[in-house]
């Protein structure tokens, strides 16, 4: 199958916002843009397969508050794929959302 070319999701949606963050470059925390709706991961997998945005994940272990052991992720985009999407339209479209974009 060949790689498709990432797509941009509605700019005021759940995807579009965990998308500005990642094209933005900066930390995703989850909870607060989610708002309990659906998951980040949930998210994550759908940018991936519905947008093809090549989006890494990186899985490590830690503790929780009260000491036990969890796992934590971090999602990102390849440095190569922000450039090439604020390119292609992602900064308009990050400024749609009041977002600026990167320069």
């Known amino acids: 199958m060949a790689n498709k070319t990432p797509t941009f999701p509605g700019a005021r949606t759940g995807r579009g916002q965990v998308l500005a963050v990642l094209l933005s470059n ?41 000491g036990r052991a969890s796992w934590a992720t971090v999602y990102s985009l390849p ?16 400024e749609s959302r009041g977002v600026p974009g990167r320069r």
Do not use: C
């Open 26 to 66: 900066r930390d995703q925390s989850g909870a607060e843009p989610l708002q309990g709706r659906v998951s980040l991961a949930a998210i994550v997998k759908a940018l991936k397969r519905k947008y093809h945005w090549p989006i890494e994940t990186h899985s490590f272990p830690a503790n929780t508050q009260d």
């Open 79 to 94: 440095e190569k794929m922000i450039e090439a999407a604020l390119e292609a339209g992602g900064r308009e479209w990050l």
